[in-house]
């Protein structure tokens, strides 16, 4: 005698064979429930770098029961409603459903009730939640939730805002850390320039919920800033290291003062701050340079030929973007001497 009929036989004289049956049931409920309790749908977590490839893995363990279906669901940034795309059987295979993505790559093994899936060049509408469904005889369907979180590494740069001479303060450059997930922090390395500069911090959230990050570098565009190397360093969960970008502080201006030093008797050199460095032009007052007799390079003119011929006034023009002055020569040569006026 079994333990329903045992029961029933003790217990429920009145209707036997109506006992004996909900009695059964009973017993079967309670071994399909311990049943279920017993295995577990393995699921996890996943985060993946944006143009990666990423593991949604699901198994099932500690259940002997027959698997006959494996389902795959998603809920994403593309598809917000929780559709099917993937169907596994035992004979068939993987088969989409509802539109082929050949991103998607079975990787389980149906046998050993594994339903793990690889999915290659992730990008953001891949966001969201993924859900494998396993369909067990005699449990029913079992399943487990997969978030997929991804990161998006930002694009960086910095821009160089020109700032000319002056004594207000300016913009010297902006960096920029753009389209991130989640933000990237963005920061000045100033080193001795200290109090002289300051930054501001902004960013933008866009409804794929990227983050743009700029940060801007402030001071007083003088001389003695020109010049000075700073750094901006950008960091977050997204980069697998602090990215730095190193900038030059160029203050611009047009040329100072242009002085004419003579580095020999016959040769002559003319000398400007600028910045960008300045282009020189030689010229002669009143007449064209005398190719033969004089020779051209730069900043430099030299005296080929020590004659009368070269009597006259030079003239040295620097110039640049923002502007130009020059400085004036007179050269007279007589007996073979050479006397010179150097003028500013």
Known sequence: MDAAAFFCANYCHGFPLRCDSMIRSALLMVALLTDAEAFRVIGGNVTVVQGGTAILPCYVIDTTDDLTQITWQRKTTEKPRNDNFLTILPRDGAQFVNGRDDR???IGNFNDKNGTLQLSNVALKDEGSYTCIFTLFPSGNQKTEIPLNLLVPPFTNIKDNLPTLGTEEVLFATCTAAGSKPPAEVRWLTGALGDNVRSTTNSTHYDNNTT????SLFGVPTREINGHQVQCVISGDSLSREETLPFTIQVYFSPTEVNIRAKS??????????NPSANFTWSRSGQ???????KVEGAKLQLLSLSSDLNGLYQCE??????SKHGQLYVHVASGEVSLDICF
């Open 104 to 106: 998607f790559k079975y």
């Open 212 to 215: 743009t990050t700029v940060s």
């Open 265 to 274: 008797e016959d040769s002559f050199e003319c000398v400007t701050e600028a």
């Open 288 to 294: 064209s340079l005398l190719q033969s007799a004089v």
């Open 318 to 323: 620097a110039s640049n973007t923002y502007g």
